[in-house]
């Protein structure tokens, strides 16, 4: 029997922060059965956009951020959740109002979901990715950026977000761990920074809200040059129009950035990581198959 598939995610001020939520959204449609949005309605016309894509899967559920929930970004926690909770598929697809689908790797997905799913010692499906920084040719590489996440979980088991991004398993009522995973064979096309700077600034200003600290001045020519490496693959077809209008087009690295204590930190790691072919990034998954 083939495995049904929920996506989900959730939403608020997108179309004013910038983010390419619909072309996520279109990107991960042909692979679910439904897809659950949790949608504050905010200050723009995110939840009329949602209204408009018109397909029959989705469903939308009106929700209202904590505003005085500032601790380590769990309010991002609790409307992943409600999402998730909403699903009824035998696995859960969250993508991120950033993240994207590339219509070349949709089969591979089907197929590695197909091989693992008899497989109860495989909990999620792990996805490799591109992290767009400061212009649709280039990608942040540095161990700083994590290159593995889950992003496909069975929703038969018993999981929770400690904040939007990853998942941890209970048992029993035991101390949460990480899930265990197999490589999906496909990647996730992450766009958040190379959006428009101005929009990059407001979502710094939410975000450093929700954890408690002071939002820092964006600017993508602050970087160390070295954590960047050029794309030279193609970007999925959904992106077309967004990186057009919507992207920075050319990043302009400040030739007299001097390095914080931090990025001597990730070029000590990137060293080790070339000498022994470790990766030191982080991860919230273990491999299992």
Same mark, same amino acid.
């Given at each position: ?6 996506? @989900?995610? @959730?939403? =608020? ?11 996520? %959204? !279109? ?12 949608? /504050? ?10 209204? +408009? ?10 929700? !209202? ?6 601790? =380590? ?8 959740? %409600? ?12 993508? #991120? ?9 949709? /089969?591979?997905? !089907?197929?590695?979901?197909? =091989? ?6 495989? #909990?999620?499906?792990?996805?490799? $990715? ?16 994590? =290159?593995? #996440?889950? *992003?496909? %979980? ?6 929770? +977000? ?18 265990? +995973? ?27 809200? $929700? ?29 077309? /129009?967004?990186? *057009? ?19 001597? *930190?990730?070029?000590?790691?990137? *060293? ?6 470790? /990766? ?10």
């Amino acid at each position: 029997m083939t495995p049904s598939i929920s996506g @989900f995610t @959730f939403l =608020r001020n997108g179309v004013e922060l910038g983010f390419p939520f619909e072309e996520s %959204i !279109r990107s991960l449609l042909p692979l679910v059965d439904e897809f659950v949005i949790a949608v /504050d309605r905010g200050n723009d016309s995110t939840w009329e956009c949602l209204q +408009a894509l018109g397909d029959a899967k989705i469903r939308l559920i009106e929700t !209202r951020w904590n505003e005085r929930m500032s601790h =380590r970004g769990f309010v991002y926690a609790q409307q992943k959740m %409600i999402a998730q909770y909403a699903c009824t598929g035998d696995w859960a697809f969250y993508l #991120e109002g950033d993240e994207v689908l590339h219509e070349a790797e949709l /089969d591979n997905i !089907r197929q590695s979901l197909l =091989r693992h799913h008899g497989n109860p010692q495989v #909990e999620a499906l792990v996805f490799d $990715y591109f992290h767009f920084f400061g212009a649709p040719h280039l990608i942040a590489t540095g161990p700083a950026w994590y =290159r593995r #996440e889950c *992003r496909l %979980i069975r929703n038969t088991i018993r999981t929770y +977000a400690p904040d939007g991004q990853y998942w941890l398993v209970t048992e029993n009522h035991k101390r949460g761990r990480n899930p265990q +995973a197999a490589l999906a064979n496909a990647h996730v096309y992450h766009y958040g920074w190379i959006r428009q700077g101005e929009k990059m600034q407001k979502k710094m200003d939410q975000v450093s809200k $929700y954890w408690s600290h002071e939002p820092p001045k964006m600017q993508y020519s602050q970087v160390d040059a070295q954590m960047l490496s050029p794309f030279t693959g193609s970007h999925p077809a959904v992106m077309a /129009d967004w990186l *057009r209008l919507e992207a920075e087009q050319h990043l302009e690295v400040d030739p007299h950035y001097q390095l914080t204590s931090r990025d001597k *930190r990730l070029r000590l790691k990137q *060293r080790i990581e070339r000498l022994t072919g470790l /990766d030191l990034s982080r991860k919230h998954f273990k491999l299992v198959a």
